[in-house]
């Protein structure tokens, strides 16, 4: 049974990840059907040409910075404050976010900045998109900001105190240096969860503001094009980075 | 005021505002009418909770259900023997490990698309089949419910193999070898001691499946070609171009009900066993 476990394992392994790798194999395919003509980098080129997909990355990354920005402080500032105290509402709350539907957030902050716009004549725009996106950022950084300080010992901070410091300067000068890796790992998480998605944004985005997962949706309604197998390839390696300085700075 | 207490204060505004907030609007626009230019009006009315019981409605509804349980279904299948293995192995358990999250961390648009790169009419498996000539004209692969349920299962197998992973590693082997010791064959082993065992583990990892599956709105979007409508594709449909929403509001309230519901009663039931 152990040698047909390990072939199970391999096949289970190439369905995992075989449909990525072919995917990006074929952006550097000359033609855009899936045979293998000769190496080309004629689609990478087209990125660079395509003025809505520079548009969409460039506010992809505005929204992006700001969510995590945002979302770190508040999410580490969060996790702080929960740790030591079984305050359950919030902790709950920000589970109830992670389960709700992409949808069904979307549509009630839809919902509510119409609702908010009956009063401020303001429009959907770019900080509307920041803001929903911070709304499911801030779970995922208390997630990881409080796994970092579960490993802390308390008697660090008492120790601080103890010498006299007050109960900011433990936090400002004693537990955010020893935090900074966690801080960092969740917020190059979020940095990821934002940049990609898709639903939420597609709602409360407003007509100047296309994200870049917004533009390849709108191309991969039309079918497949080897345009989208190029920006994929060059996401998927820049998630992977991103994701493995995450780990790394979460192991430190 | 404590520190502590200030820190949560951002935090704690910002659900009210971006969560609770938006919920309760939704929740006051499902039992109101929409206006003549647009805007959700009075009369207070449950019609809209009545119209879920149409059966157009009850249709999306049960295939919603049924898809998600099929993906669940089939992602316990693909992972549990995955999850055997990596706990079984002698070495580069972590590896493995990384093998199953790295697909999960990168785009899930990009992994959703990568399907309809590989399955539509001039797809890797047509080209394949076809220069092969097993077949003569491509088979429809994509835009179909079998489409939507492999971007399902390959989206959220993850979220099944960690946690049965996380109990099977925590299984203690001298159970598997006194079954084996006393005659039990590998297959009756796995079966009659190894997964009734495993039983938090997949009951987590199907409710963590189970409920995005429910609520899936971009994977039938994409791969199912606008044919198979999901309640997540009727709650945006609601939203957008039908201007239907006191009813996309009630059919998300009852969404919510039911994942709240499923969350409850499994992990209510099962929390004990995993603490």
Known sequence: MKRWLGFYAVAFFAFLHLPLLTLAFFSFNSSRFTKWEHFSLDWYRAIIRDPQILEGTWNSVVIALWATVLSTVIGTLCAYGLCKRNSRTPTGALYLSLVTPEIVSGIALLALFQWAFRWLHWQLGLYTVVLAHVAFCIAYVVIVVSARLRTLSPALEEAAMDLGATPWQAFWYVTLPALAPGILAAALLALTVSFDDYVITSMVAGVDSETLPMVIYAMARRGASPVINAISALITVVFGVLILLSERARET | ?275
């Open chain 2, 1 to 275: 005021m404590k520190l502590r207490t200030c820190f949560l204060l951002p935090a704690w505004l910002a659900m009210a505002l971006l969560f609770a907030v938006p919920f309760v609007i939704v929740l006051a626009y499902s039992f109101l009418t929409r206006g003549v230019y647009g805007g959700m009006v009075p009369p207070w009315t449950t019609e809209s909770y009545r119209r879920l019981f149409d059966a157009l409605y009850l249709a999306i509804l049960g295939r919603s259900f049924a898809m998600a349980l099929a993906a669940t279904a089939l992602c316990l299948l693909l992972a549990f023997p995955a999850a055997l293995f990596i706990s079984r192995a002698a070495r580069h358990r972590n590896l493995y490990l990384q093998l199953v999250m790295l697909p999960f961390w990168t785009s899930f648009l990009v992994r959703t698309y990568a399907w309809i790169f590989l399955l539509r009419d001039t797809g890797l498996f047509n080209t394949i089949l076809l220069s092969l000539g097993i077949i003569h004209s491509p088979l429809p692969l994509l835009y179909n419910d079998g489409a939507v349920l492999l971007g399902l299962v390959y989206g959220y197998l993850p979220f099944m193999v960690l946690p049965i992973y996380a109990t099977l590693e925590r299984l203690d082997p001298a159970l598997a070898e006194a079954a084996a010791d006393l005659g039990a064959r590998p297959l009756t082993t796995v079966w009659h001691i190894v997964v009734p065992l495993s039983r938090p583990g997949i009951v987590a990892g199907s409710v963590l499946v189970f409920i995005p599956c429910l609520g899936a709105y971009l994977t039938p979007a994409l791969l199912g070609g606008g044919r198979t409508v999901m309640v997540g594709n009727l709650v945006q449909n609601q939203f957008t171009t039908a201007r239907g929403w006191p009813f996309g509001a009630a059919v998300s309230i009852a969404l919510m009900a039911l994942v709240t519901l499923v969350l409850v009663v499994f992990l209510r039931r099962e929390s004990e066993p995993l603490a």
